[in-house]
């Protein structure tokens, strides 16, 4: 018999909304990489320079010291903020010791003309060009889903997310289930591509919840 779910951790982009736009049916989730990147600054009082998108600026404002050298870079899905100079100057800190701190590692996320470039291209070439590994704080971490998930077991949580690999292949490697929505990043086979497959293929966010409720997973 399956354990009881007392936790659904569920990713926004591609499953909650697309862009600016919300997919129906769909609810605020309750989880964030930003919170768990705010704690990790505030714990190593670090001074970060940030790429972030401009409505999570509000979250770090209180955190920046403007009168003290960046050390550490603080990466996440901001499309309008990766270019070549802000790049340069990101990779100097990263040579003169700043810490790399990747928000989430994504790939591509999903825009309304078509896939994008996330946040992962940017981060690797950094970790290339300076030489360093990123610490991820979002997904696939494991300790990013191991801070979610608090004193809750692995097996009496779900996961719902688009993303094969940093939401459904990350949450069970540490024993939670995976439901891969087909909304999103979805591409067609994704969930043929890791190994164990997804616990289920949902249409969208609203048929996950449904087989939640009815106990179908």
């Not at 569920?10 to 989730?29: F, Y």
């Not at 999570?56 to 070549?84: C, H, M, Q, T």
């Not at 994008?116 to 060009?129: D, Q």
């Not at 997310?161 to 067609?188: C, E, N």
Request: charged fraction near 25%.
């Amino acid at each position: 018999m399956a354990k009881q779910i007392k936790m659904v951790l569920i990713d926004l982009s591609g499953t909650l909304h697309i862009d600016n736009s919300a997919i129906p049916g769909a609810v605020e989730a309750l989880n964030s990489s930003l919170a768990a990147a705010r704690k990790l600054i505030i714990s190593r009082k670090l001074n970060p320079m940030l790429f972030i998108d401009s409505a999570a600026n509000e979250d770090f404002d209180d955190l920046i010291r403007n009168d003290d050298k960046k050390d550490a870079v603080v990466i996440g899905l901001a499309p309008d903020k990766f270019n070549y100079e802000k790049l340069t100057k990101a990779f100097r800190l990263l040579l003169d010791g700043a810490s790399l701190i990747a928000i989430h590692k994504g790939r591509y996320y999903k825009r309304p003309d078509g896939l994008a470039l996330g946040p992962g291209a940017f981060i690797a070439g950094l970790e290339y060009s300076a030489d360093i590994k990123a610490e991820i704080v979002g997904k696939p971490a494991a300790e990013f889903f191991k801070a979610a998930l608090g004193d809750i077991p692995p097996e009496e949580a779900i996961m719902i997310g688009d993303d094969v690999k940093d939401d459904v292949a990350g949450a069970q490697a540490i024993g939670i289930r995976g439901l891969l929505v087909q909304t999103g990043k979805y591409r067609d086979g994704d969930e043929n591509t890791i190994t164990p497959p997804p616990t289920k293929v949902c249409s969208s966010f609203v048929q996950a919840v449904e087989f939640i409720l009815k106990k179908e997973i």
